[in-house]
């Protein structure tokens, strides 16, 4: 059944656990999640960007999703907006079945240049507003995460994001955090703790301590019933690069966040967390791999197969390691 992310995300923090929220666009990822979730019985969030929407269009979004509430009706589930840009987009989420809405006021609506504190809590309280009168729960963000706000990571220079990142101040604060709680009344808060968007994170493997964890811990004592929020969260398979290069592909070295990390975030409060990246490079990984080794195939049902078979390991293995198997 759809629920809401505030009755999903209760239940988390009631029970100590934390639940993955992976960016869908397509079948095939929407399939991947929902096997794995019932293979291990886990609840399940599944978010879509602007950007999912524009790629499958809004109604084939809302009739996938609405396949997997009817396919598995034992299975919580929660339909997500991702970085909603503007209060306009969080309300076509809604109008469109969505559970939850992400509005993110920590930029502009251009979502590319970084937006005032007190810009970011009006648009974020007005969306609350609409939301809650309905029944939709959401998610804010304060604080300044890596490639999507400051043009770093992905793409820029494969440098990731963590020289900016190691500043202080770039951190959610937390007295700012519980202002902006008081006035907003989010649900759930993404909090800046040392991740970037995309696949290139680190230059070198991290060797712990690469989040910012006081800082979760101080976030969270002054905001006990808000569930704090991960971006950023891919922890890019080594494996899935090398079967990448071993086929063709072209990716530089990279490292992302350690499971073992996310695993402490979710022991002082972190409820939430977003990976999108995992799932692009084992399906991209998947694929190269099956298209190389079946020259004569042409049918895309061998290789998309393949595909779903590697992202629902993924989603498999975070259910696992982030204690939501078993809690659906
Ligand atoms: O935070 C961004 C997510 O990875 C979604 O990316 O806007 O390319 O769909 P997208
Ligand atoms: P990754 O790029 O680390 O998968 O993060 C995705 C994300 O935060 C979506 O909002
Ligand atoms: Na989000
Ligand atoms: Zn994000």
Redesign the pocket.
């Known amino acids: 059944a759809l629920v809401s992310l505030r009755q999903l995300l209760d239940h988390a923090a009631e029970n100590g656990y934390g639940l993955p929220a992976f960016?869908v666009?397509n079948l095939e990822q929407i399939q991947a999640i929902m096997q794995a979730a019932d293979e291990c019985n886990s609840p399940v969030i599944m978010?879509?960007?602007?950007?999912?929407r524009k790629?499958a269009g809004e109604a084939f979004l809302r009739h996938l999703i609405a396949a997997a509430v009817e396919t598995y009706p034992h299975i919580p589930i929660v339909m997500h907006q991702?970085?909603g840009a503007s209060p306009s987009v969080c309300v076509n989420a809604i109008r469109s079945g969505f559970s939850s809405v992400m509005m993110d006021g920590s930029l502009q609506a251009d979502a590319k240049t970084p937006s005032t504190y007190e810009y970011n809590v009006d648009v974020t309280a007005n969306v609350v507003n609409i939301a809650h009168s309905v029944g939709v729960s959401v998610e804010g963000e304060l604080g300044c995460l890596g490639s999507?706000e400051s043009g770093m990571g992905e793409a820029e220079d494969g440098h990731g994001a963590e020289g900016v990142l190691s500043h202080d101040q770039l951190l959610t604060d937390p007295e700012e955090a519980a202002d902006f709680v008081r006035k907003t009344g989010v649900d759930a808060l993404a909090i800046a703790i040392g991740t970037s968007?995309?696949a290139y994170k680190f230059t070198r493997k991290p060797t712990g301590d690469i989040l910012a964890i006081q800082r979760i811990k101080e976030i969270h004592a002054r905001i006990p019933n808000t569930h704090l929020v991960m971006?950023?969260s891919s922890s890019v398979p080594q494996e899935w690069l090398d079967i990448i290069r071993q086929y063709g592909g072209d990716i530089k070295e990279t490292y992302g966040v350690p499971v073992e990390e996310i695993q402490e975030g979710i022991k002082y409060g972190v409820r939430k967390i977003?990976i999108?990246?995992d799932i692009?490079l084992a399906m991209t990984g998947a694929i190269r791999r099956s298209l190389e080794k079946d020259k004569s195939n042409f049918d895309p049902r061998k290789f998309l197969k393949e595909a779903t078979a590697a992202a629902k390991d993924i989603c498999k293995a975070r259910f696992e390691a982030f204690g939501c198997a078993g809690q659906a």
Do not use: V
């Open positions: 960016n666009n978010q879509g960007s602007a950007g999912a790629y991702d970085h999507l968007h995309g971006h950023g977003n999108d990246t692009r």
